[in-house]
T-cell receptor, first 116, second 111 residues
């Protein structure tokens, strides 16, 4: 059963802590993405990766870090430098968009991060 | 920076009504446009994908159109049902690597 798995579903962070959100896909997609969603707003791109061992900053990368050591995995770390981390985080994947235009994005079920 | 706008932010209709959701984008150099559905607290479910060379796509009661020259896409929902209640988002793919999202239209279909 192919898809994208995000874990955990809910995550609580104390002030000054780093936390890591997991994203795994078995769709054999090259490209993976992390988005942040705040209430009443659209999705904003944090980081994206088009190939293993390479990733690019999105529009709101400050306070976040990622790694792409395996094709299937793209974990996101929310560092203590991110001053307002409470949000809904969504991971997505697609075939490498540079290979053509028939690029459909698929999403996981999200992780809700709350600062306590 | 590419901008994607969805109006209205919320829409309430009686069951059975046909409706249109709007999506506009500022940059016509769009490679494709995708419509999603999001239920509360959930991820996004892909509904329809329109490539830049296409003008529309259909799936069941849903029909999406794309007009690059005017910077607009519409999602038409026929014979709406209470189960259609959700937030609908559109996203444009630019530069072969970035999807830009609208803020969504929250639809409520009343029984």
């Amino acid at each position: 059963d192919g898809g994208i798995t995000q874990s955990p579903k809910y995550l609580f962070r104390k002030e000054g802590q780093n936390v890591t959100l997991s994203c795994e896909q078995n769709l054999n997609h090259d490209a993976m993405y992390w988005y942040r969603q705040d209430p009443g707003q659209g999705l904003r791109l944090i980081y994206y990766s088009q190939i293993v061992n390479d990733f690019q900053k999105g529009d709101i990368a400050e306070g976040y870090s990622v790694s792409r050591e395996k094709k299937e995995s793209f974990p996101l770390t929310v560092t203590s430098a991110q001053k307002n981390p409470t949000a809904f985080y969504l991971c997505a994947s697609s075939i490498d968009p540079s290979t053509g235009m028939n690029t459909e994005a698929f999403f996981g079920q999200g992780t809700r991060l709350t600062v306590v | 920076k590419q901008e994607v706008t969805q109006i209205p932010a919320a829409l309430s209709v009686p069951e059975g009504e046909n409706l249109v959701l709007n999506c506009s984008f500022t940059d016509s150099a769009i490679y494709n446009l995708q419509w999603f559905r999001q239920d509360p607290g959930k991820g996004l479910t892909s509904l329809l994908l329109i490539q830049s060379s296409q003008r529309e796509q259909t799936s069941g009661r849903l029909n999406a159109s794309l007009d690059k020259s005017s910077g607009r896409s519409t999602l038409y929902i026929a014979a709406s049902q209470p189960g259609d209640s959700a937030t609908y988002l559109c996203a444009g793919l630019y530069n072969f690597n970035k999807f830009y999202f609208g803020s969504g239209t929250k639809l409520n279909v009343k029984p």
